[in-house]
């Protein structure tokens, strides 16, 4: 089975752009209450929107997720949702990880969502692991791991892809190439500056893809998760991105960077890509799109209202959920 854009029907297509406005809205917003120094550790993935939409919107609830330490647009584009998002950055009981894990750890097992993880790489082989045991369990269940090219030179991506090419794991090794890992740039760090030809090493299909664009990161994304599910083994896909911000709240990218490489990056971006098919194909109108702008807006608006009136955990609670309990 292929897919391809043809296989996008207009639900999907506006489900894709929704999902991207909601990533960006919430993303906007989590940076302000970072600035006013409501939550620590802000890692913000505006500009990478269309990766984890085209990715996700191929997933079911019984597929897994696993994410990094920038991962508010992983955890969206699964399902996860908004208000237990805000409740957990900012502290709250509420939240998804019950306020004790803040933004580099939002996990919610209902939705596939394994968690994010503040360890470089750290997810890539559990990623692997949860791909085996769909297979062993035979269910056709699809384990997607993001990583960025900064973790692409970590042992433990070279050693997951050996033994999910080896067992045909139902997994998808997908890096979100954003050109820097911190201040470091890609040609500096990885050799060929090539993270998607690593494949070749491992007997599996290697793809790189314009990650600005949610089109055709459906349309690659479609065929990896039909080889996966169809027992056909893993993909290796590096998909060309870019954060707009710094690495973290206080980074000052243009340290490292041009404005002039921002822009061109911005002049690209995904959300006003897909409007623009959108409009062109007689999907949607701009006034469609408008409103779903203003729904998106509303729901994160909603979700920080949530979050203000929830309480913070118990004093009591932080002796909880260290271990966990076997019969």
């Not at 991506?157 to 911190?182: D, G, Q, T």
């Not at 006003?272 to 408008?290: C, N, P, V």
Request: charged share 25%.
């Amino acid at each position: 089975m292929v897919t391809s854009t043809s296989d996008l029907t207009t639900d999907k297509a506006l489900w894709m752009f929704e999902t991207m406005m909601t990533i960006r809205r919430f993303e906007e917003q989590a940076r302000r209450e970072a600035d006013a120094g409501r939550l620590r550790g802000l890692h913000s993935s505006i500009g990478q929107e269309a990766v984890p939409t085209g990715v996700c919107a191929h997933l079911r609830d019984d597929d897994y997720v696993l994410g990094t330490h920038r991962s508010h647009h992983h955890c969206i584009a699964k399902g996860v949702d908004l208000n237990e998002m805000m409740a957990e950055l900012l502290g709250k009981a509420t939240g998804t990880n019950k306020g004790k894990g803040g933004t580099m750890h939002i996990a919610d097992v209902n939705k596939g969502m394994l968690g994010a993880n503040g360890v470089v790489g750290s997810n890539i082989p559990v990623a692997a692991g949860v791909a085996l045991s769909a297979k062993v369990q035979g269910r056709d269940s699809v384990s997607v791991v993001f990583f960025g090219d900064g973790a692409a030179n970590q042992g433990s991506l070279h050693e997951s892809m050996n033994l999910a090419a080896i067992w045909k794991l139902p997994v998808l090794f997908v890096c979100e190439n954003n050109r820097y890992a911190e201040s470091t740039p890609v040609e500096y760090a990885v050799a060929g500056t090539s993270v998607a030809n690593r494949a070749e090493g491992y007997a599996m299909p290697g793809v790189t893809v314009d990650g600005q664009s949610a089109l055709d990161m459906f349309e690659v994304a479609g065929e990896a998760v039909a080889r996966a599910r169809e027992g056909r083994g893993p993909t290796l896909i590096e998909a060309q991105t870019y954060r707009y911000m710094g690495h973290f709240g206080a980074d000052d990218p243009l340290s490292y960077r041009t404005a002039e490489e921002e822009q061109y990056y911005k002049d690209r971006d995904c959300i006003e890509r897909m409007k623009a098919h959108l409009i062109e194909t007689g999907a949607a109108s701009q006034e469609d799109l408008d409103g779903i702008d203003a729904r998106a807006t509303e729901a994160v608006a909603a979700a920080v209202r949530f979050a203000d009136e929830s309480p913070y955990p118990q004093p009591e609670e932080l002796t909880t959920d260290v271990y966990v309990s076997y019969p």
